[in-house]
């Protein structure tokens, strides 16, 4: 952490007037900070101007003014999802001004522990998860970063709390803007190309990821997916004094070879989350299948079979895994989670039950914003017909890692959006029998209520409507969130 007075009487600049930028410049302004906050939209449609201005903070909309950035600025703290090529962010850089995010200002200036969670897919559940655990373990858990409460606003409430922890999902836009940055424990569930449009290459999204673990060290924690390539490819940059890596492909416990392998390359020490008997090929019955905790000191327990899970998918069940070595490190038992791994529900827009209707269950999972995490929903169910829902922002993907799982999963598909006709091409490669095709249309709701009437007509007795794009939003709502509400509320109108 570094001397939060340090910030006294120096000139700040915040870029975005976001839920993170706000909090941001109440922190700074806290501190003593001179801190102008700068946002594109006009001052009409920044109603969180008024609460910073209340506080004498200087807000300027509408545009980036000549002036803004000069030299005597100490530090930049950039909305995440802003580009570094915005002309500010490209001003600051070549003046050598610092530019971080709001969570690399917010471990600076707090020295509550934190948990960072990261992944292509996952992060919601894996922090909300672990969230719930460790309030059940009688701990004090704080959840926020990319959901819930921006960083700046809980490291103040975790302040006013004894033994408080801070457990952060966080985006690689988030990561990106790190650099002192170190969450006790690190856990980063799985790799997938996304996001290339803003990182513009999987080496920079990678080497965003990566940063999660960059600055810990021997009284730290690293967990990660043991059978993910990408993750397993960081091992060598973990400076962590343990590691727990999880799997659902082999039994890691008591693994020799693993063990002997991650102890030589760093001399940490080593525990493990892992399912046995491990999932192969041609085994789909969950029923005698156990999530394992393994570690020199306790051997192998036992917490919960797979199939008292409270959520679906074999993805779920690496989340769990995740969760739980993540709580087992922060304080829990492992005889302490078997409760919250079976009472948890779906978080919003992830693989959410909506209703049943005509025998036809109808789930909402807005948030799969990549063909992994299509992937990975459909997955979740086994021998019953899908009637899939899919389409949105065109990032230049051809779709074609689908081909596999529409094959064997999809008995129907209805696209929309701007990779209607991508993801129509790869369905008729796949033999999909049934394809249904929404035109583009000015009304996006109009859209989206259309795809569920060709669905619900396409769906018959036991089957799965799931909407599960594989795409971002943007083409058609300004966020996944909205896109899943509409299909709620289409698929409640039926």
Same mark, same amino acid.
């Given at each position: 952490?570094?001397?939060?007075?340090?910030?006294?009487?120096?000139?700040?600049?915040?870029?975005?007037? &976001?839920?993170?930028?706000?909090?941001?410049?109440?922190?700074?302004?806290?501190?003593?900070?001179?801190?102008? /906050?700068?946002?594109?939209?006009?001052?009409?449609?920044?109603?969180?101007?008024?609460?910073?201005?209340?506080?004498? !903070? +200087?807000?300027?909309?509408?545009?980036?003014?000549?002036?803004?950035?000069?030299?005597?600025?100490?530090?930049?703290?950039?909305?995440?999802?802003?580009?570094?090529?915005?002309?500010?962010?490209?001003?600051?850089?070549?003046?050598?001004? +610092?530019?971080?995010?709001?969570?690399?200002?917010?471990?600076?200036? =707090?020295?509550?522990?934190?948990?960072?969670?990261?992944?292509?897919?996952?992060?919601?559940?894996?922090?909300?998860?672990?969230?719930? #655990?460790?309030?059940?373990?009688? %701990?004090?858990?704080?959840?926020?970063?990319? !959901?819930?409460?921006?960083?700046?606003?809980?490291? /103040?409430? &975790?302040? +006013?709390?004894?033994?408080?922890?801070? /457990?952060?999902?966080?985006?690689?836009?988030? %990561?990106?803007?790190?650099?002192?940055?170190?969450?006790?424990?690190?856990?980063?569930?799985?790799?997938?190309?996304?996001?290339?449009?803003?990182?513009?290459?999987?080496?920079?999204?990678?080497?965003?990821?990566?940063?999660?673990?960059?600055?810990?060290?021997?009284?730290?924690?690293?967990?990660?997916?043991?059978?993910?390539?990408?993750?397993?490819?960081?091992?060598?940059?973990?400076?962590?004094?343990?590691?727990?890596?999880?799997?659902?492909?082999?039994?890691?416990?008591?693994?020799?070879?693993?063990?002997?392998?991650?102890?030589?390359?760093?001399? #940490?020490?080593?525990?493990?989350?892992?399912?046995?008997? =491990?999932?192969?090929?041609?085994?789909?019955?969950?029923? $005698?299948?156990?999530?394992?905790?393994?570690? $020199?000191?306790?051997?192998?327990?036992?917490?919960?079979?797979?199939?008292?899970?409270?959520?679906?998918?074999?993805?779920?069940?690496?989340?769990?895994?995740?969760?739980?070595?993540?709580?087992?490190?922060?304080?829990?038992?492992?005889?302490?989670?078997?409760? *919250?791994?079976?009472?948890?529900?779906?978080?919003?827009?992830?693989?959410?039950? /909506?209703? *049943?209707?005509?025998?036809?269950?109808?789930?909402?999972?807005?948030?799969?914003?990549?063909?992994?995490?299509?992937?990975?929903?459909?997955?979740?169910?086994?021998?019953?017909? !899908?009637?899939?829902?899919?389409?949105?922002?065109?990032?230049?993907?051809?779709?074609?890692?689908?081909?596999?799982?529409?094959?064997?999963?999809?008995?129907?598909?209805?696209?929309?959006?701007?990779?209607?006709?991508?993801?129509?091409?790869?369905?008729?490669?796949?033999?999909?029998? =049934?394809?249904?095709?929404?035109? $583009?249309?000015?009304?996006?709701?109009?859209?989206?209520?259309?795809?569920?009437?060709?669905?619900?007509? %396409?769906?018959?007795?036991?089957?799965?409507?799931?909407?599960?794009?594989?795409?971002?939003?943007?083409? #058609?709502?300004? =966020?996944? $969130?909205?896109?899943?509400?509409?299909?709620?509320?289409?698929?409640?109108?039926?």
């Amino acid at each position: 952490m570094n001397d939060p007075q340090s910030y006294r009487g120096l000139p700040v600049v915040v870029i975005g007037l &976001a839920r993170s930028g706000v909090e941001a410049a109440k922190a700074l302004h806290r501190l003593g900070a001179l801190v102008t /906050v700068n946002d594109l939209k006009p001052r009409e449609q920044s109603p969180e101007a008024v609460e910073l201005e209340e506080l004498n !903070i +200087e807000v300027i909309c509408g545009g980036h003014p000549e002036g803004l950035i000069h030299k005597d600025i100490a530090l930049l703290v950039k909305n995440p999802g802003i580009p570094y090529s915005a002309p500010p962010i490209q001003q600051a850089m070549d003046l050598g001004i +610092e530019v971080i995010t709001e969570v690399e200002l917010a471990y600076r200036i =707090s020295d509550v522990p934190m948990i960072g969670i990261t992944g292509s897919n996952g992060k919601t559940t894996t922090t909300t998860w672990v969230g719930q #655990m460790l309030d059940a373990c009688g %701990l004090h858990p704080i959840v926020g970063g990319n !959901i819930g409460i921006p960083l700046c606003q809980a490291v /103040v409430e &975790a302040e +006013e709390k004894d033994n408080a922890i801070i /457990v952060a999902e966080l985006s690689s836009f988030q %990561l990106k803007g790190t650099r002192d940055f170190n969450p006790t424990i690190a856990a980063l569930l799985n790799v997938a190309e996304t996001h290339l449009d803003y990182h513009g290459t999987m080496d920079d999204y990678v080497t965003s990821k990566r940063k999660i673990f960059e600055n810990q060290g021997e009284k730290d924690t690293a967990v990660l997916n043991w059978d993910d390539s990408y993750c397993r490819s960081m091992i060598p940059y973990i400076k962590a004094g343990r590691i727990i890596p999880f799997s659902v492909n082999e039994e890691l416990g008591n693994n020799a070879a693993m063990a002997a392998a991650l102890s030589a390359q760093s001399g #940490m020490s080593v525990g493990a989350m892992y399912v046995s008997p =491990s999932y192969v090929p041609d085994m789909e019955d969950d029923l $005698e299948r156990t999530i394992m905790y393994w570690d $020199e000191e306790q051997g192998a327990v036992p917490i919960l079979r797979v199939d008292e899970l409270g959520i679906p998918g074999r993805y779920n069940v690496e989340n769990a895994l995740a969760a739980c070595a993540i709580s087992i490190v922060a304080g829990c038992q492992p005889k302490q989670l078997a409760d *919250t791994l079976r009472t948890f529900r779906s978080v919003e827009h992830r693989l959410e039950y /909506v209703t *049943t209707h005509n025998e036809v269950a109808y789930y909402n999972n807005s948030k799969a914003t990549n063909a992994k995490a299509t992937t990975m929903a459909l997955s979740a169910f086994q021998d019953q017909g !899908i009637i899939l829902i899919a389409g949105g922002l065109d990032r230049g993907s051809d779709y074609m890692d689908l081909l596999p799982v529409f094959q064997s999963q999809v008995k129907a598909l209805v696209v929309l959006g701007q990779t209607r006709h991508k993801l129509a091409r790869v369905a008729e490669m796949a033999g999909v029998a =049934s394809i249904r095709i929404i035109e $583009e249309t000015d009304q996006a709701e109009q859209a989206v209520y259309q795809a569920v009437q060709q669905a619900s007509e %396409l769906a018959e007795t036991g089957d799965i409507v799931l909407l599960s794009p594989a795409c971002a939003s943007w083409d #058609m709502f300004s =966020s996944f $969130e909205i896109r899943g509400n509409v299909f709620k509320q289409a698929v409640n109108e039926l």
